[in-house]
């Protein structure tokens, strides 16, 4: 009976959008996508090694979570219209490009204003970012094979780079 007691609707479903086939559901700012059974959800960074997950009752009922994040949360705004939407941030750069930071990673500007590319590309990670005319996010290939570098502000809004961050 413990178990119900703790059992907790406290989440939100991300509606799927044209290019992802299932939705989301976020809890605590995370984020974890259906595997196999829709009783089981696996943090939507599983891939990158986390094992946080959520065991679901069959009314919709979290009955445990495993939240034990290996990364941070990524970060969503509700727009007007109520929609989630990838927040990310552009940061200026000494460089010719600037760079454009979501959920950590940084991704480079390539060839289309449009088309924007895992600033580790070169090192085989495959992330990619397609964004209308407007800078909105279409679509957002997030499966990098490495973990986010590590950046810190400074004073003046400047942004250093550290090391890389360790899973
Ligand atoms: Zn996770
Ligand atoms: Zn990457």
Same mark, same amino acid.
């Given at each position: 009976?413990?178990?119900?007691?703790?059992?907790?609707?406290?989440?939100?479903?991300?509606?799927?959008?044209?290019r !992802?086939?299932? &939705?989301?559901?976020?809890?605590?700012?995370?984020?974890?996508?259906?595997?196999?059974t829709?009783?089981?959800?696996?943090c939507? !960074?599983?891939?990158?090694g986390?094992?946080?997950?959520?065991?679901?009752?069959d009314?919709?009922? *979290?009955?445990?979570?495993?939240?034990?994040?290996?990364?941070?949360?990524?970060?969503?705004?509700? &727009?007007?219209?109520?929609?989630?939407?990838?927040?990310?941030?552009?940061?200026?750069?000494? !460089?010719?490009?600037?760079?454009?930071?979501?959920?950590?990673?940084?991704?480079?500007? &390539?060839?289309?204003?449009?088309?924007?590319?895992?600033?580790q590309?070169?090192?085989?990670?495959?992330?990619?970012? &397609?964004?209308?005319?407007?800078?909105? *996010?279409?679509?957002?290939?997030?499966?990098?094979?490495h973990?986010?570098?590590?950046?810190?502000?400074?004073?003046?809004?400047?942004?250093?780079?550290?090391?890389?961050?360790?899973?």
């Amino acid at each position: 009976m413990r178990e119900r007691e703790r059992a907790t609707k406290d989440y939100k479903l991300i509606p799927a959008r044209s290019r !992802q086939k299932k &939705n989301l559901l976020m809890l605590n700012g995370y984020t974890f996508a259906q595997n196999h059974t829709p009783r089981l959800w696996y943090c939507s !960074q599983k891939r990158n090694g986390c094992k946080a997950k959520i065991k679901m009752s069959d009314n919709g009922y *979290i009955l445990r979570a495993d939240t034990d994040h290996c990364h941070t949360p990524p970060m969503y705004y509700i &727009n007007k219209l109520g929609e989630y939407r990838l927040y990310y941030k552009l940061i200026p750069s000494r !460089q010719k490009k600037n760079l454009l930071m979501l959920n950590g990673y940084t991704f480079a500007q &390539n060839h289309s204003p449009r088309l924007w590319y895992c600033s580790q590309k070169r090192n085989g990670c495959k992330a990619k970012i &397609n964004m209308s005319h407007k800078g909105r *996010i279409l679509y957002a290939d997030k499966d990098h094979c490495h973990t986010p570098p590590e950046y810190y502000v400074t004073k003046t809004g400047e942004y250093v780079l550290m090391k890389s961050k360790k899973c």
